[in-house]
């Protein structure tokens, strides 16, 4: 049970400048798992199997793994900008701290890749070029179709690296010159609405074209970085203290509504999936994911709670240390290992275990586990060999 001194501590002594909250180190680990789920989690689903149509729908609702990354992201760089506001070098400690957590690994992947495109047999198309601007999420402007440039290389989940850097890029500039934590409140939910409206516009065409846009445009997902960034300016208001469970269950109605609603229509919606799993899905879904995850994270913030507790494990919050290389690296390593294991059993990893363990569903579970322990080593080694050397310079511009 948390202490009464711990309850009533402000929120910026919890999610502060300098402060190192470790129950959202946790957050990100649930994320980036959920990304895996996703990724690396292979089998045909929706064969009227019992717990393989389970398995299909988990595997279906982990697709908001990365919606959730958006929100973390959107409560955790507002927060900063706005603490910093004051800060001599307000642009440049922000940008070079975003540059030397990011642009290392992602330029150093996408240079060892172009390094060894005759090895990979890689053929870019131009877009080695979007990629390097960080543009993939707005290839619908150029001759650029998808980014499987080859049998191994799969970057399509790079688009949601391009829409955290467009949101980093404008993102300072408007707290800078708003300043109002109000008025930046207002801003936020103002920006969110026009991304709900912007998304239900779009979505009413129902083409390919619309379904790439509101999945991967900027201006379609603001809201899942907003409602996180409302979320860190109202934890900053004049006189607020986190408050347990116990005292505020509010949020916390909020977040199991949101989230029975969600479950409820994703499940009527399932066996009929189409355009980004219906207009619902693709509308009021991402807002009300958006929100479920905003909540999530408060809940996580209160110290001594149950959802506290949860996301201060040790391996989530070490899974969650590791997520960018593992977002990263992951289907690229995963390709490999299920290449190498094919090569070397004659078939995939779950038809061989199969027979062996006398069930379909934990062969799949057991080749899951696999893959994201092979990824997350390669995260691991990434990390302590090559990334660490940029962060330490992080120090120069705290």
């Known amino acids: 049970m948390a202490s009464e001194t711990a309850l ?8 502060g400048p300098g402060t190192h909250v470790p129950a959202l180190d946790g957050v990100r680990g649930l994320a980036i798992l959920m990304v895996m789920v996703v990724h690396l989690m292979l089998f045909n689903n929706n064969n009227g199997n019992r717990w393989m149509d389970a398995l299909s729908q988990l595997q279906g609702l982990c697709g908001s793994g990365v919606d959730l990354f958006f929100v973390l992201s959107g409560f955790l760089i507002t927060g900063i900008l706005y603490d910093t506001l004051h800060d001599e070098h307000y642009f440049r400690n922000f940008y070079m701290r975003r540059f030397l957590r990011i642009f290392p690994l992602y330029y150093g992947f996408l240079f060892l890749l172009l390094a060894l495109t005759p090895w990979l047999n890689v053929i870019w198309g131009g877009r080695q070029y979007v990629l390097l601007a960080y543009l993939q999420n707005t290839a619908i402007w150029f001759p650029v179709s ?3 440039p080859s049998l191994l290389v799969d970057l399509n989940h790079f688009w949601s690296l391009a829409v955290e850097e467009q949101f980093y890029c404008i993102w300072p500039l408007v707290v800078f010159l708003v300043r109002d934590r109000k008025r930046l409140m207002q801003l936020a939910l103002g920006l969110s609405v026009c991304a709900l409206m912007l998304r239900i516009g779009l979505a009413m065409y129902s083409t390919a074209l619309a379904s790439g846009i509101v999945h ?3 201006l379609c997902r603001m809201d899942t970085l907003m409602l996180g960034g409302v979320l860190a300016l109202w934890l900053r208001g004049e006189g607020y203290s986190i408050r347990s469970a116990e005292r505020c269950r509010v949020p916390l109605v909020i977040f199991f509504w949101a989230v029975v609603l969600l479950i409820s229509v994703y499940a009527a919606i399932h066996p009929r999936v189409g355009f980004g799993y219906g207009f619902f899905g693709a509308t009021y879904g991402g807002t009300l994911l958006a929100l479920a995850f905003a909540v999530l994270i408060y809940l996580s ?15 989530l919050r070490s899974f969650g240390k590791y997520s960018y290389g593992m977002y990263v690296l992951h289907i690229l390593v995963g390709y490999l290992v299920s290449t190498t294991l094919r090569r070397l059993l004659g078939t995939s990893l779950r038809i061989w275990l199969t027979p062996r363990l006398h069930s379909r569903p934990a062969a799949i579970l057991v080749e899951f586990a696999v893959s994201v322990s092979v990824v997350y080593m390669a995260a691991w080694l990434s990390y302590n060999l090559y990334e660490v050397r940029f962060l330490r310079l992080k120090r120069r511009f705290a």
Do not use: C, K, M, Y
């Open 146 to 148: 998808g980014f499987h």
């Open 8 to 15: 009533r501590a402000p929120a910026t002594e919890l999610a």
């Open 216 to 218: 991967e445009w900027t």
């Open 301 to 315: 913030l209160q110290p001594g709670t149950f959802w506290n507790r949860i996301f201060s494990v040790a391996w």
